[in-house]
């Protein structure tokens, strides 16, 4: 089936540090997603992008959808400690507007 | 209730024992989606129910999985003759809109097959 290629797997960063991390398909997709997993909880959606091009912020989080609608990324700005948790970069292909292919996530470490 | 919840939350269960995994949906959404997610991974698809309608099990990986929605609300995943490769945490999502993106996901039931 499709594959996402998300990176970095891991990172461990000072609280205060801005991070980035992205995801690719080698496919399009229609729409592109970003989840955080905190330990023992299931995925909460962070940021939901539905345009290529299409730059969205939610507070000190900002997702963009690729212009070639095969890539999205996710930059944390401003890391603090209950940043930490696993990100996971979700993409839809077109034919299905309710199938969710996930990414293998990226594991964040903030150190006070 | 407040969100999705299923039961149990962690199963042990010993080889070629059945077992049935429960989702209890947000009250009033009309889609529910069935994950699979094993250690390290992502989240994979399995299962999507409109209403009590299974209209996608595309992903279910062989016939000893099935899942029913009989009233459109909480839904079963069966999981027959199980095997050690079906240890995984299995997640349950619902949304309030058909052919919904934006689902919410239950805490999951962490199965471990012996």
Same mark, same amino acid.
């Given at each position: 089936g499709q594959q996402l290629n998300q990176s970095p797997q891991s990172m461990f960063i000072q609280e205060g540090e801005d991070v980035s991390m992205n995801c690719t398909s080698s496919s399009i997709f229609n729409t592109w997603l970003w989840y955080k997993q905190d330990p023992g909880e299931g995925p909460v959606l962070l940021i939901a992008l539905y345009k290529a091009g299409e730059l969205t912020s939610n507070g000190r989080l900002t997702a963009q959808f690729g212009i070639t609608r095969k890539d999205s990324f996710l930059n944390i700005s401003? +890391?603090?400690? $209950?940043?930490v948790g696993i990100y996971f970069c979700a993409g839809q292909e077109g034919g299905s507007n309710y199938k969710l292919t996930f990414g293998k996530g990226t594991l964040l470490t903030v150190n006070p | 209730g407040a969100g999705v919840s299923q039961s149990p939350r962690y199963k042990v269960t010993k080889r070629g024992q059945d077992v049935a995994l429960r989702c209890d949906p947000? $009250?009033?959404?009309v889609s529910l989606y069935w994950y699979r997610q094993a250690l390290g991974q992502g989240p994979e698809f399995l299962t999507y129910f409109n209403y009590e309608a299974q209209?996608?099990? +595309?992903?279910?990986?062989?016939?000893r999985f099935s899942a029913e929605r009989p009233e459109g609300s909480i839904s079963t995943l069966t999981i027959q003759?199980?095997?050690?490769?079906? $240890?995984a945490m299995y997640r349950c999502a619902s949304s309030?809109? %058909? %052919? $919904?993106? %934006?689902a919410f996901f239950g805490q999951g039931t962490r199965l471990t097959v012996v």
């Open positions: 401003a +890391s603090i400690p $209950s940043d | 947000i $009250s009033g959404h209209q996608d099990k +595309s992903g279910l990986p062989n016939d003759r199980t095997e050690q490769r079906d $240890s309030v809109r %058909e %052919e $919904s993106t %934006e």
